[in-house]
């Protein structure tokens, strides 16, 4: 049983040896079915402080193996939607799906920057589970990881080793961080948008029009 365990850690060496397609498969695994938490992140750093005229390759190959593996898990969670809520009550559901639909690419996105062992996983099956609109999901995860990746890889080929060393003891924070900033950039925007167009103004024109037919 012991080596069953150490199959997926195997299995991550293994297309290390790939460079840049390896890791679009380390990523795929780990965003869809075989957890491989923060192999990705360490090897894309490497592989940028080594071959740094190849960075963007590597973040782009991470970021593509990650949407796949998301959607894969999304789609499985979708097709499987029946099963996995019929035990919940419909006014349980539907007041989760109300604040997906208004949050889903800034759920989706925080979600795709925390750090491991933070539960990506669950937010990726609650998103298919709840028919989180396919696009507005793709984006998200384009912009999270693509961040994400493209930020290590930065780090990598600009710092080499020293990026790899900082990264493995502040990786958390970091995240962390880009998460805080990404909401507080998010409510500043709902603000500054709730301040030029008010909702009664909204409200005011479908009872306009509703009152002139």
């Known amino acids: 049983m012991a080596f069953l365990g150490t199959l997926p850690a195997k299995l991550g060496q293994f297309l290390a040896l ?16 075989i957890p491989l938490p923060g192999v ?27 949407i796949l593996g998301c959607y894969l898990l999304y789609g499985l969670a979708r097709g ?9 009550r419909a006014a349980a559901i539907e007041r989760a799906r109300h604040w997906l639909e208004r949050n889903d690419f800034v ?5 795709a920057l925390l750090p ?3 539960p990506f996983k669950a937010f990726l099956v609650a998103a298919g589970g709840l028919h ?14 693509g961040l994400r990746f493209g930020t290590e890889a930065f780090l990598g080929a600009r710092y080499g080793a020293q990026a790899e060393a900082y990264l493995q003891a502040n990786f958390a924070w970091v995240s962390l961080v880009a998460v805080v900033v990404v909401v507080v950039m998010t ?3 709902r603000r500054l948008v709730a301040r030029i167009v008010p909702p009664s103004q909204g409200d ?9 037919r």
């Open 18 to 33: 790939y460079g840049g397609w390896g890791l679009l498969g380390i990523s795929f695994l780990d965003s869809s079915l």
């Open 132 to 145: 989180v609109n396919a696009v507005r999901f793709g984006l998200a995860l384009l912009v999270g990881r």
């Open 40 to 66: 990705n992140d360490l090897l894309l750093l490497h592989l940028a402080s080594q071959r740094p005229e190849r960075a963007v390759f590597y973040a782009l190959a991470s970021t593509l193996g990650s």
């Open 107 to 111: 759920t989706v996105l925080v979600a």
């Open 204 to 212: 005011t024109a479908r009872s306009s029009s509703s009152g002139g």
């Open 80 to 88: 499987g939607a029946r099963f996995l809520w019929r035990r919940k």
């Open 116 to 118: 491991p062992p933070a």
């Open 187 to 189: 409510v500043i925007y």
